[in-house]
Every structure is written in structure tokens, then in C-alpha cells.
């Protein structure tokens, strides 16, 4: 049976040693490690095929699905047939090949991540019954950082994944905040040795400003290293 959220980090919270007042740090690290995980590697799981969208003569560019993460491709469907693919190029790319051309299907698409857009190169004529089919990889599902969604099963299939990158997460902040310690521990120590030198009595410091230090002068006032 699926675990929930909270399930998964009490799990990784008692691999690590750690206790329940870490729950907030855990729900947030999870969110965050599903979301890398998503991106790392195309999971099957997130894989997606948007509905067909009709093209519109003399517009270019056409909304984003929702959950949207990062694009696979995108064809031209005439007839219910699966045609040409559309190429999904950068930004540089697309300006080379940029061109409004009401009369034919488009050859060349930019995804418009600010504008949660993507982006063709030229637009079908009037009365066109072409659309387009685009695949992508959705986003995660986001959980709440607080207890609202502890009993959700995270949008993640593979669990033992989760909880042993949690568990990585729980070691490297411990690691943190004890370096963070030993530092302060190091630090304060080195103060005290440098007090310790300094307000000694005497037997302990050699001063040498002392007589016994100075070089032994002539009558000319020069150094006299001569025994």
C-alpha cells in the first residue's frame, strides 16, 4: 500500500535519528526532491499528450498546458492523421527560421517559459482544420508545507526513492549544522589560546621588546654582532 507523505518522512526522519520536530524541514526538502527527481529523468509517470489544439489562422501563439514541466515534441494533425513534426527549437534558433506564413503549417516552435506559451513560426490559412499534438512531461504535484496534505501520497511511484534521498537530505543538513558548531566550537577556541598568550604572566610570553633581545650597538649607534 502507498504511503502518505507523512508516512514517508517519519520513515526518514527515524533512519536519520532525527525526531518529529524536523517534520517541517521534511515536508519542504521532499517537495523539493521530487521536484528534481522530475527533472533528473523522464519518468514515464509524468509523460503526458495534451489534447489536440485546432490551429487558428493568423495566431502564433497558443497557451502552455497547466502542468507543464518541460516539452518532448509537437506534430501536425491533418485528417486525424499524425503528420510533420514540429521542432522545438531555442530561442536563437527560432529567430532564423521566424516567419509569418498564413498559407502553410508550421515547421518550427519556441517555448515561452515566461509567458507559459509555445510559439509557431508561421500560422495555417483561413479555414485551416489542421491542430496540433504536443507531449510533455508534467510538474509534480506540489504539497502543502504544513500538515494540510501529510495524508496525500506524494506524486512520486517509486517510494523507497523518496525516503532514501530524504534521509540524504536529513545526514546533509545534520552535517551543516554540526560544521556550523565545530566551526563556532574552533573559533571560540583559538580566541581563548590567543587570550591565554597575551594575559600570561610572564614566565609564559618572552617579551621582546625586552634588553636581552636588542642588538648590541657601538658607538656609532650601528649594531655590533661581534661576541
Request: include cysteine; proline fraction near 4%; charge should be negative.
Amino acid at each position: 500500500m502507498p504511503l502518505t507523505r507523512i508516512d514517508i518522512v517519519n520513515t526518514a526522519l527515524e533512519q536519520s535519528q532525527l525526531d518529529s520536530t524536523y517534520q517541517s524541514k521534511a515536508r519542504k526538502w521532499l517537495n523539493i526532491i521530487v521536484d528534481r527527481l522530475a527533472l533528473r529523468k523522464n519518468y514515464k509517470f509524468y509523460y503526458k499528450t495534451a489534447d489536440d489544439v485546432p490551429f487558428v489562422a493568423g495566431t502564433l501563439e497558443y497557451a502552455l498546458p497547466l502542468d507543464y514541466q518541460r516539452s518532448d515534441s509537437c506534430f501536425v494533425i491533418s485528417n486525424a492523421a499524425q503528420g510533420r513534426e514540429i521542432i522545438i527549437v531555442e530561442p536563437y534558433r527560432f529567430e532564423q527560421t521566424s516567419f509569418v506564413n498564413l498559407n502553410g503549417d508550421p515547421t518550427a516552435a519556441l517555448i515561452k517559459i515566461e509567458n507559459q506559451t509555445i510559439k509557431f513560426n508561421s500560422s495555417p490559412a483561413q479555414g485551416t482544420t489542421a491542430s496540433y499534438r504536443f507531449n510533455y512531461w508534467r510538474s509534480p504535484q506540489a504539497l502543502t508545507l504544513d500538515a494540510a496534505d501529510d495524508l496525500v501520497i506524494p506524486d512520486f511511484e517509486d517510494q523507497d526513492i523518496l525516503i532514501q534521498e530524504l534521509v540524504k537530505w536529513a545526514f546533509e543538513y545534520l552535517d551543516d549544522e554540526r560544521y556550523g558548531q565545530k566551526a563556532g566550537e574552533i573559533k571560540s577556541a583559538h580566541q581563548e589560546h590567543q587570550r591565554n598568550m597575551y594575559e600570561s604572566d610572564g614566565t609564559g610570553q618572552m617579551d621582546l621588546a625586552r634588553g636581552m633581545f636588542r642588538p648590541r650597538t657601538n658607538s656609532r649607534g650601528r649594531g655590533n654582532f661581534n661576541t
